[in-house]
Structures are given as structure tokens and as C-alpha cells.
């Protein structure tokens, strides 16, 4: 991976924290992804008319990939209606490098090198741990119901992203690869919701519209630099890259929820800065 790859991986993680925040402070979690699906089906479409499309051996990826996203963002609904988001977040993404890396070896025949499994197994004792001391310093009996959405969506990250891994890379475009992804998973939570609200749809709306939308602008824009990260670089040490995430969130909700940020935050920064060096080693 290069410094360049590494980059714009980790502006990526910024962007896509970003948009999660957006998205969990909007309390009705059934119009904040109708927003955000709507808000990234809308800068698909605007992208398409400048951009080659897919390439054929493409298309049987996005669908499948498109069904696997639909899938993530009702278990991250879910979990984020059962639990904060301090929480969840890091749990949910924190599953995923690790599934990653098996993943990646099982079906695209990317065998991590010693330094970039080194990389990743730090990176992700970071979030995990993280993730494992938020529970048990809560001071409250675990939510286990929201703790398995979590697990689960994490599970769905590792799957899309190993998906997207090889259909960008088929698709001869990655920017027509995003275009066409956006719109086919952005259409269904809309449409989902406009057939659940019905005539109380754009009442309920419109006061989230601006920040629903945005969160649908950054979403486009932060899967938009990973899948080309894809296209340059092995798939586990970008999921793992990616979930640097994880610590944007928490640096997010100290300032902006009013979450501390506390030692074991600081810990596992460390730990991603160390697992980071490593997987840069690597490449």
C-alpha cells in the first residue's frame, strides 16, 4: 500500500464517520438511511452521463453487492436504534478487517504477508478492545440484542467489501462501478419507507432533509476513494485501514455528543497508528 492508497483511505474513514454521526443523530433511523440511500442513488445518477460504464463481468458483483448493502444498512439501523453510538459503531466496524482478511484469501487469493497480517491484527486489536472496554465499562448490563446487530453488520461489511473488491476491479471503471452501486441500493430503503409512511412520508421528512442529504453526499464520496483504493492495493489492509473510522467516531462523539474519550480511546489510537506503520511497511 502506498502513501498515496493510504491517504485517501483515511479520508475516506473521515467521510464515512461523518456521515454515521448524520445518520445516528437523526432519531428516526428509517428516514435518516431513506435519506442518505436517496441522497447517494441522486449522485449516482448525476455521475453516470461522465463516467464509461461497467464493464459486463461487473454487473453480477454489483447486484449481489447492492443486496449485501441493503442488508448492512437494516442491521445498522437496527443497531443503532438499540444502542448508543459510541458503541456500536466501533463494534460493527471492528468485526469487519479480520472477516476481511479471510475473505480475501478464500476468494480473491490475497494471502496477507507477514507484515500486512502484523498490520492488521494490531489495527484491529485496537478496535476491537475498544470496542470490548466500552462494554465493560459502561457500567450497564451488555445490550446483547443490539451487540449481535452490530456483530452482523460487521459480517455484512466484510462481505460488500470483498464483493466491491473484485467487481471494481472487473469493471474497467471504478467510477461508473459506484455510479451504478449507489442507485441500486440507494432505491430500496426509500422505497421502503415511502410504502411504510405513506401520506405522512414528506411531513416527516423534511425537517432532516439538508442532513439526511449531506449524509448521502459523504457516503457517495467515502466508498467512492475506497473502491478505487481497491483497485490499487490488497483488500485487507484497506478494511482495516478504513476502520480507522472507528476512532473519527469516538473523537466525534466527545466533541459533538458529549462522550469522553478516555484512556482506552487513546490506547486504541495508539494501536491503529502502530497497525498502520505496519501494513505501510508491507507495501
Not at 458503541?87 to 475473505?103: D, F, S
Not at 449481535?148 to 472487473?170: C, F, K, N, P
Not at 430503503?189 to 410504502?195: E, Q
Request: aromatic share 10%; glycine share 14%; charged share 10%.
Amino acid at each position: 500500500m502506498t502513501p498515496t492508497v493510504a491517504a485517501a483511505v483515511l479520508i475516506a474513514a473521515v467521510t464515512h464517520a461523518s456521515w454515521n454521526a448524520i445518520a445516528h443523530g437523526i432519531k428516526d433511523q428509517l428516514l435518516a438511511f431513506t435519506l442518505v440511500g436517496g441522497g447517494g442513488a441522486v449522485c449516482g445518477a448525476a455521475l453516470l452521463p461522465f463516467v464509461a460504464a461497467p464493464a459486463a463481468g461487473a454487473w453480477p458483483y454489483l447486484v449481489f453487492s447492492a443486496v449485501l448493502h441493503v442488508v448492512y444498512q437494516a442491521l445498522l439501523m437496527r443497531s443503532f436504534s438499540l444502542g448508543d453510538f459510541g458503541q456500536m459503531y466501533p463494534i460493527a466496524r471492528g468485526t469487519a478487517p479480520l472477516a476481511v482478511t479471510a475473505l480475501a484469501a478464500v476468494f480473491a487469493g490475497e494471502f496477507a504477508g507477514g507484515w500486512q497480517l502484523a498490520g492488521v491484527a494490531v489495527a484491529s486489536a485496537g478496535l476491537v478492545g475498544l470496542a470490548v472496554w466500552g462494554i465493560r465499562g459502561s457500567g450497564a448490563r451488555p445490550q446483547w440484542a443490539a451487540i449481535g446487530a452490530a456483530v452482523a453488520t460487521g459480517l455484512a461489511i466484510a462481505a460488500y467489501t470483498v464483493v466491491d473488491g473484485l467487481g471494481v476491479r472487473a469493471s474497467g471503471s471504478p467510477l461508473g462501478y459506484i455510479g451504478w452501486l449507489m442507485i441500486l441500493e440507494g432505491v430500496v430503503i426509500p422505497a421502503w419507507a415511502l410504502t411504510a409512511r405513506r401520506g405522512r412520508f414528506l411531513a416527516e421528512i423534511r425537517p432532516f432533509a439538508a442532513r439526511g442529504l449531506l449524509g448521502g453526499l459523504l457516503s457517495v464520496f467515502a466508498y467512492g476513494l475506497v473502491l478505487w483504493a481497491q483497485t490499487k492495493a490488497a483488500l485487507a489492509p484497506i478494511a482495516a485501514l478504513r476502520e480507522s473510522s472507528i476512532l473519527v467516531g469516538a473523537a466525534i462523539g466527545a466533541l459533538f455528543m458529549k462522550e469522553r474519550f478516555g484512556t482506552p480511546r487513546i490506547v486504541a489510537a495508539a494501536l491503529m497508528v502502530a497497525g498502520i506503520g505496519l501494513m505501510l511497511h508491507s507495501g
